[in-house]
């Protein structure tokens, strides 16, 4: 009965000589298995191998200059040539070569670069570059599942898969510790590569794995990559400044704890502009211009987007009183 009625709810059936009992076999689809190949298709031909070598030059009369070569991975950006890379990779190189998934190699200029985020930025001359996909919305999770794309131990491309175990900083106030955090491996040669998520759009440039002074500790799963958002805004300074420039208030800071949000402020380091300005330890920070605040990341993210030279009103509580203090943000010292 139940074929009867498939047979007369789906009329493709009647001309195909199918038996009722067939139609069953029919309708029985095999699932089709989880795959990434697609993300990886878009995505793969964006991430470049780079080779840099360094010509060392031995002081003892007579030694023949040595070459170094270091290996590491690339990210193309923008289809005008500009590749987002480590910058450990690239660090005092004398010639950058970047290798294309397929097959051209050409000779990369060095931008600039941002040791705090350990980003660089090179240029190359080529037409037709292909450009990994980017969301200027995307926001990592934790639980996403993430692929690594790179060039590990120059074994060419390949991909490693894991998840986001804990999410990164967009502010150019962030630290090391504050990047984004997954269990994807990230061996030597992956630096600089790419970090997609399931839909081939880049969620950050691979970094590092986790490494500790104590070599007896036995640390696995614990690898980091700059976020997009946070590799993005610094790829754009060093575009236009060839380096990041950023705000600094020379303070200690934590979180507020009072019934204000914010950050409270411990040390004041000499000669900063907070001690110019008048900010004191113990003075609770909750808004900067129209900006309230929520904790001390976001305030530092505030101070270290400003131009050296703009001046920020500071809304603080200090002794149950309310002042307005103007503070003359300089750049962050050499």
């Known amino acids: 009965m139940l074929a009867v009625v498939l047979l007369l709810l789906v009329p493709d059936f009647r001309g195909k000589n199918i038996s009722p009992w067939q139609i069953f076999n029919l309708t029985e689809q095999k699932p089709q298995p989880l795959s990434y190949a697609k993300a990886v298709r878009l995505a793969g031909p964006a991430v470049v191998n780079i080779y840099s070598e360094d010509i060392q030059v031995d002081p003892i009369y007579g030694r023949q200059p040595r070459k170094v070569t270091r290996l590491g991975s ?25 290798v294309l998934q397929r097959g051209q ?19 190359v001359q080529a037409s037709n570059l292909p450009v990994i996909p980017q969301s200027s919305t995307l926001t990592a999770q934790v639980g996403d599942v993430v692929l690594a794309i790179g060039n590990p131990l120059n074994l060419g491309q390949t991909v490693t ?3 986001v175990s804990a999410t990164g900083q967009s502010g150019l106030s962030t630290s090391y510790l504050q990047f984004l955090q997954m269990d994807a491996a990230i061996n030597e040669g992956n630096s600089g590569g790419a970090l997609i998520n399931s839909n081939g759009e880049l969620v950050g440039i691979n970094s590092r794995k986790f490494t500790q002074a104590n070599s007896n500790l036995n640390i696995q799963g614990i ?27 020379g303070v200690e800071a934590n979180d507020s704890v009072a019934s204000l949000k914010g950050f409270v402020i411990g040390a004041v380091t000499p000669n900063s502009p907070a001690m110019k300005a008048g900010l004191k330890s113990g003075d609770v920070v909750y808004q900067i ?8 990341k976001q305030g530092l993210d505030v101070v270290a ?15 149950n009183q309310q002042l307005v203090i103007p503070v003359t943000i300089a750049e962050v010292p050499n």
């Not at 990369?108 to 660089?120: C, R």
């Not at 211009?289 to 001390?296: A, G, K, M, S």
């Open 289 to 296: 211009d129209d900006i309230p605040l929520q904790n001390v």
């Open 161 to 163: 898969q894991g998840i």
């Open 105 to 123: 190699e050409l000779h990369a200029e060095l931008i600039g670069y941002d040791t705090l985020t350990d980003l660089a930025v090179l240029k």
């Open 305 to 319: 987007e400003a131009t050296p030279g703009s001046v920020l009103n500071f809304r603080v509580s200090r002794d």
């Open 223 to 249: 690898f980091f990559a700059v976020p997009y958002q946070l590799a993005h805004k610094i790829m754009l300074k060093i575009i236009e400044h060839g380096r990041v420039i950023r705000g600094w208030l």
């Open 74 to 98: 690339g990210v193309i950006m923008h289809n005008q040539g500009y590749i987002l890379t480590n910058f450990h990779v690239v660090q005092s190189a004398d010639l950058i070569v970047v």
